[in-house]
Nanobody
Framework: QVQLVESGGGLVQAGDSLTLSCAAS????????LGWFRQAPGKEREFVGA????????DYADSVKGRFTISRDNAKNTVYLQMNSLKPEDTAVYYC???????????????????WGQGTQVTVSS
């Protein structure tokens, strides 16, 4: 079992930056492939980005590419989502997800992940 706890959400203005954190516990963190997803009201959960277990490969949704960066700190059992140049359309609940899979290419479908955090709200005002 893996427990995930997100933090760092809040209300910001368009153009601002925000960093989300996700602390993991319960399993060897270094063996986890980690992802970030988001869900806006009335919409399906969508892929934001993911990072392989060894940290060597990342993948991002086209809508955030160049603005968002995922990183991990295995010593702190934490994965981060650095969000720059935020837009109102980035408003959503952001979820951290994990799967104990040593894959070489990050996965982008929610069904591929076994563990989820409770989510943290990000609101970007125009």
């Amino acid at each position: 079992q893996v427990q995930l706890v997100e933090s760092g959400g809040g209300l910001v203005q368009a153009g601002d930056s925000l960093t989300l954190s996700c602390a993991a516990s319960g399993r060897a963190f270094s063996s986890l492939t980690l992802g970030w997803f988001r869900q806006a009201p009335g919409k399906e959960r969508e892929f934001v980005g993911a990072l392989t277990w060894f940290g060597g490969k990342t993948d991002y949704a086209d809508s955030v590419k160049g603005r968002f960066t995922i990183s991990r700190d295995n010593a702190k059992n934490t994965v981060y989502l650095q969000m720059n140049s935020l837009k109102p359309e980035d408003t959503a609940v952001y979820y951290c997800a994990a799967v104990a899979a040593k894959i070489s290419i990050p996965w982008s479908r929610p069904s591929q992940y076994d563990y989820w955090g409770q989510g943290t709200q990000v609101t970007v005002s125009s």
